[in-house]
């Protein structure tokens, strides 16, 4: 049975970095759209980034105006890993942080959550100002 389990979150200073890590398992996931969506209390789950692979080497990555230049997404189809890497942490970015696989998303709507097929069970992030 496919499964993500997420890693790595805490609490931590405003300003400060954490790495969040995904492990997959139970099938291959490297055709998969792989992405980070997090949920703060009482708001909507949101995009944060994903990641796709093209071939070899080579990966795209897509993420949302409020993380751009702040946080990188990659993988490692080799050991079915992703990673979230965070640095400038602020207080908004107190949230928890879910890992979602997905097949057969168009260009453009790597966003929606609805695309994505498998889902982790989060891990928390606090951002402590």
């Known amino acids: 049975q496919a499964q993500l389990v997420e890693s790595g979150g805490g609490l931590v200073q405003a300003e400060g970095s954490l790495r969040l890590s995904c492990a997959a398992s139970?099938?291959?996931?490297?055709?998969?759209?792989m992405a980070w969506f997090r949920q703060a209390p009482g708001k909507d789950r949101d995009f944060v980034a994903a990641?796709?692979?093209?071939?070899?080497?080579?990966?795209?990555?897509y993420y949302a105006d409020s993380v751009k230049g702040r946080f990188t997404i990659s993988r490692d189809n080799a050991r079915n890993t992703i990673n979230l890497q965070k640095n400038s942490l602020k207080s908004e970015d107190t949230a928890v942080y879910y890992c979602?696989?997905?097949?057969?998303?168009?260009?453009?709507?790597?966003?929606?959550?609805?695309?994505?097929?498998?889902w982790g069970r989060g891990t928390q992030v606090t951002v402590s100002s």
């Open positions: 979602a696989a997905g097949s057969n998303i168009r260009d453009g709507t790597y966003s929606f959550s609805g695309w994505y097929d498998y």
């Open positions: 139970g099938r291959t996931f490297s055709t998969y759209i």
């Open positions: 990641i796709r692979w093209v071939g070899g080497n080579t990966y795209n990555a």
